[in-house]
């Protein structure tokens, strides 16, 4: 994790939140690349979930909602974890998380030596298990209390009760209370999802490992409506779409390069489920922490609707015209977290590689996701020819693609720069593109494009270049394309 903080720190990826102030830990800030990755994985997570499907549609709530809203949805009452402190130092911890962590140990087998012993292992030289805090090693933890994970705010100028509310802690409930409204304007027939990317909060105990848990923090949900009272192949619907559900999003994260043997699916335990959830998974990555939740996919029944129409006096209902009655649909929830789903994919993407006696850190992203597409490189900047043509070549690659231009190094660093960022494709402008019009010796006009991956080079014609990321930066493989074009000298 500490290199990839590095790297994302260096490169301009993410920086912790007001950082010349001691950082807060709980949030962290998007640089130049890391706004440019995070907003492609929600562009191809709307493209693929809302776009390309004829069932869903998106949304954009707010996120000061009424406060009754958190009433209704049982967040106010049950939205909370148990929390434990250390009587010594103070600290506080989540109750069921503290064996997650390593712990400081004062040893009575070896004269009371300090240790730190690795998350969830007993001491190695005594044999005991952590029953202090495991940072200090000295307190008696708290019995555990329930601490709500909800940011209090005021509404208006009057701090008092009657004006206070909550910064939402999930996307969903905007969806919701919004069902209706959606259901009536589009015309929409059971099933059909609504989606939202955005905003939740959270106070969380113990927020850390980099961007994994923060208080504040990007959602991707969909909200999946289902008739209860049909059946798919003799099966409840709901039970049907929530297989769809796991199954595709399991899918589309492997659509975007992430390695099969690094995703799993856990079934969460009966004791474990959410009081309004009939079944849920959670889709885990193996985050450098260890398996951890990426997105949970619930069956959330008709818990939400219904409370909301309890609350609100409204009817919240879909009336199906075969059966002519009023029902309550079902909800599928997959839920994800755009800053979870980074994380993920840039721990995924990162390698370390041996070239030619070298290390070369590359950040191997799919196309879609990388931040940068196209970086054009002068191979010499003394020559004005080649720095306008490769100046101009960027403009124009750069009204299709994200592209930058860079001349502050030799070329073998320049490549070994974007290899670290992810871009996939450099381009090179040479003395033989624009030749030497002093010797009267004219250029081919061709330039180099060099694969990220494989490190191979072809020369192409410049007039060619827009064509050939039409089909590099669409769906068409490198070697495709590096077929019908010389090789370059690397
Ligand atoms: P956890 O058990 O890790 O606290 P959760 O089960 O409470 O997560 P959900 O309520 O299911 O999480 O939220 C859906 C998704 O939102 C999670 O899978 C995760 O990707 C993201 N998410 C939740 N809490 C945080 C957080 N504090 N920081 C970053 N992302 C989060």
Redesign the pocket.
């Known amino acids: 994790m500490d290199v990839l903080v590095s790297l994302c720190k260096r490169r301009g990826f993410i920086f912790q939140s007001s950082e010349i102030y001691g950082g807060t830990g709980a949030a962290w800030d998007y640089g130049p690349l890391g706004v440019e990755l995070k907003n492609n994985i929600k562009r191809a997570w709307w493209r693929d979930n809302i776009h390309l499907r004829p069932d869903m549609v998106g949304l954009d709530a707010s996120i000061l909602m009424h406060p009754q809203v958190w009433k209704a949805s049982g967040h106010l009452d049950h939205f909370t974890d148990p929390m434990v402190d250390c009587k010594a130092c103070q600290h506080r911890f989540r109750a069921d998380k503290v064996e997650e962590q390593s712990w400081i140990h004062y040893c009575p087998a070896t004269k009371g030596n300090k240790f730190e012993v690795p998350a969830g292992e007993p001491c190695k030289h005594c044999n005991v298990r952590r029953s202090l805090c495991p940072d200090c090693g000295k307190g008696e933890l708290t019995t555990p209390r329930q601490f709500n994970l909800m940011f209090k705010t005021f509404m208006g100028p009057v701090e008092e009760d009657a004006a206070v509310t909550y910064l939402r802690p999930?996307t969903a409930q905007g969806i919701f209370v919004n069902f209706d409204n959606v259901l009536q304007s589009m015309r929409l027939k059971l099933p059909f999802g609504i989606a939202q990317i955005g905003k939740?909060f959270?106070n969380?105990i113990t927020?850390g490992n980099f961007?994994?848990?923060?208080?504040e923090?990007e959602?991707m949900e969909i909200e999946f409506f289902v008739n209860p009272l049909e059946t798919i192949d003799g099966r409840p619907a709901d039970e049907v779409w929530h297989e769809r559900w796991i199954e595709s999003r399991f899918a589309w994260y492997q659509r975007y390069g992430m390695r099969r043997e690094n995703l799993r699916i856990r079934e969460h335990e009966k004791d474990e489920l959410a009081h309004y959830a009939k079944r849920t998974v959670?889709i885990e990555y193996q985050f450098p922490i260890g398996w951890?939740?990426?997105?949970?996919v619930a069956n959330r029944t008709d818990f939400d609707l219904k409370q909301h129409a309890q609350f609100s006096g409204k009817s919240l209902t879909y009336f199906d015209e075969d059966r002519k009655q009023h029902v309550v649909p079902y909800v599928i929830e997959p839920?994800?977290?755009a800053?979870?789903?980074l994380l993920a994919f840039l721990a995924d993407a990162y390698r370390e590689e041996e070239v030619r006696g070298d290390r070369r850190v590359v950040l191997r992203f799919h196309p879609d996701l990388a931040p940068v597409k196209i970086a054009v490189l002068p191979l010499l900047k003394k020559r004005p020819e080649i720095v306008t043509t490769a100046h101009d070549l960027r403009a124009t690659l750069a009204r299709r693609w994200v592209t930058v231009y860079d001349d502050t190094a030799a070329i073998g660093r320049l490549y070994r720069r974007q290899d670290e960022v992810g871009t996939p494709y450099c381009v090179t402008v040479d003395v033989q593109t624009v030749g030497d019009s002093a010797k009267g010796e004219p250029g081919d006009r061709c330039v180099t494009i060099r694969e990220r991956d494989s490190m191979e080079q072809i020369r192409v014609p410049i007039a060619e270049l827009q064509g050939i990321f039409e089909r590099l930066l669409g769906d068409g493989a490198w070697a495709d394309v590096a077929r019908s074009y010389p090789p370059a000298r690397g």
């Open positions: 999930e939740a959270r969380e927020p961007i994994f848990r923060t208080r923090f959602q959670d951890s939740e990426l997105e949970g839920s994800a977290g800053d979870r789903s």
